[in-house]
């Protein structure tokens, strides 16, 4: 097996941005369904190891929250430990 890192696997699916089903008949550890995931597409993967079948599956089990972070406005001061202003 090769790996492949998951943002190279974004850049090739990014190529063909009106396939909506993506096809890989080696999937190995399943980068390139995790990919399809991402960028909401569906995939089929074709895999003869059984043991990398089991890790694509748990790969894909797995889903990742997104984080959601309220961005303070910049003149927004800190409180201090002791109730002061920190800047």
């Given at each position: 097996?090769?790996?492949?890192?998951?943002?190279?696997?974004?850049?090739?699916?990014?190529?063909?941005?009106n396939?909506q089903?993506?096809?890989?008949?080696f999937?190995?550890?399943?980068?390139t369904?995790?990919?399809a995931?991402?960028?909401?597409?569906?995939a089929?993967?074709?895999?003869?190891?059984?043991?990398?079948?089991d890790?694509?599956?748990?790969?894909?089990?797995q889903?990742?929250?997104?984080?959601?972070v309220?961005?303070?406005p910049?003149?927004a001061?800190?409180?201090?430990?002791?109730?002061?202003?920190?800047?």
């Amino acid at each position: 097996p090769t790996q492949k890192p998951l943002p190279l696997m974004h850049w090739c699916l990014s190529f063909f941005p009106n396939a909506q089903t993506i096809l890989d008949p080696f999937m190995g550890s399943g980068t390139t369904l995790v990919a399809a995931r991402d960028l909401g597409r569906r995939a089929i993967g074709v895999e003869i190891e059984r043991k990398y079948c089991d890790i694509a599956i748990e790969r894909l089990r797995q889903r990742a929250l997104p984080l959601s972070v309220e961005e303070r406005p910049a003149h927004a001061e800190q409180e201090g430990l002791y109730g002061t202003s920190a800047k």
